[in-house]
T-cell receptor, first 114, second 113 residues
């Protein structure tokens, strides 16, 4: 079964440092997403990406965040200057364009900011 | 209002029993209602989903009941098993497969053997 792959599984970084979280979406999917889940809380939408541009973003996705699809397979989330409150699980997801067409989440990257 | 309210927060059910988790929404534009299952350290995995043109959908032991007029939908797990112990999230999307998902707060389900 096709999978969304995320690396690394766990990232520890110092406050103020830049981090890049990486994702390989399912190959024939067209939409790409990042979500965040703070420990014990609900999953929150950050951003969606389609046709090489951001299609929608949430209030959480401020100027410290950026996304990029640098080649035909990878999809990255960059946090420029991490804060303690950025500590969370970050999930990448991808989907096709038809109903129920595989809105699939990766296993996540646990980001710990110290 | 783009919120989905989920209850209960936690649920303990005996093996073989029926687990019921409820969700409610306000935005009538919501069009697609998936349920996700999440095990510790893993990403949410799609369990079952429904569109508002049907009132019920069943896949194996899992059933979604949908009440469009009340703007509520629920997940029923029949013959609950210890392997069903996980966190369950309801969600909603303005358009199936092509938009963001708005998640409920989650229900931690424990099935006692």
């Amino acid at each position: 079964e096709p999978e969304v792959t995320q690396t690394p599984s766990h990232q520890v970084t110092q406050m103020g440092q830049e981090v890049i979280l990486r994702c390989v979406p399912i190959s024939n999917h067209l939409y790409f997403y990042w979500y965040r889940q703070i420990l014990g809380q609900k999953v929150e939408f950050l951003v969606s990406f389609y046709n090489n541009e951001i299609s929608e973003k949430s209030e959480i996705f401020d100027d410290q965040f950026s996304v990029e699809r640098p080649d035909g397979s990878n999809f990255t989330l960059k946090i420029r200057s991490t804060k303690l409150e950025d500590s969370a699980m970050y999930f990448c997801a991808s989907s096709g364009y038809k109903e129920n067409y595989g809105y699939t989440f990766g296993s996540g990257t646990r980001l710990t900011v110290v | 209002q783009q919120q989905v309210k989920q209850s209960p927060q936690s649920l303990i059910v005996q093996k073989g029993g029926i687990s019921i988790i409820n969700c409610a929404y306000e935005n009538t534009a919501f069009d697609y209602f998936p349920w996700y299952q999440q095990f510790p350290g893993k990403g949410p995995a799609l369990l079952i989903a429904i569109r508002p043109d049907v009132s019920e959908k069943k896949e194996g032991r899992f059933t979604i009941s949908f009440n469009k007029s009340a703007k509520q939908f629920s997940l029923h797990i029949m013959d609950s098993q210890p392997g069903d112990s996980a966190t369950y999230f309801c969600a909603a999307s303005p358009y199936p497969g092509a938009q963001k998902l708005v998640f409920g707060q989650g229900t931690r389900l424990t099935i006692n053997p």
